[in-house]
């Protein structure tokens, strides 16, 4: 079955850094596109970044210039470099595949999500 286990997040100040990593099992790693998603409290999911299976990577307009997204196919595992965090960036963030927009519901939907890793920004 498909397991998404996170980890790397923690409490830093405004300003740090943090690297999230995402180990995956239970599907073909190398040709999945996936998915770093957030959720702050109260909030639905929000998309952060994806990475294609051919290396594509993509950022909400929030994070551009700020976090960077890789991968290790060799590792199956999935990376999200945080830089410059600001106390907005305050959420539980999950790695995820199979995600989708609702246009009804103006909502984000994934199939899979791994059980999230916490990230908190605070002086």
């Known amino acids: 079955q498909v397991q998404l286990v996170e980890s790397g997040g923690g409490l830093v100040q405004p300003g740090g850094s943090l690297k999230l990593s995402c180990v995956a099992s239970g599907f073909t790693f190398s040709s999945t596109d996936l998915w770093w998603v957030r959720q702050a409290p109260g909030q639905g999911l929000e998309w952060v970044s994806d990475?294609?299976?051919?290396?594509?990577?993509y950022y909400v307009d929030s994070v551009k210039g700020r976090f960077t997204v890789s991968r290790d196919n060799a590792k199956n595992t999935l990376y999200l470099q945080m830089d410059s965090l600001k106390p907005w960036d305050t959420a539980v963030y999950y790695c995820a595949k199979d995600c989708r927009a609702v246009v009804a519901t103006r909502s984000l939907e994934c199939d899979y999500r791994g059980q999230g890793t916490q990230v908190t920004v605070s002086s």
């Open positions: 990475i294609s299976n051919g290396g594509g990577a």
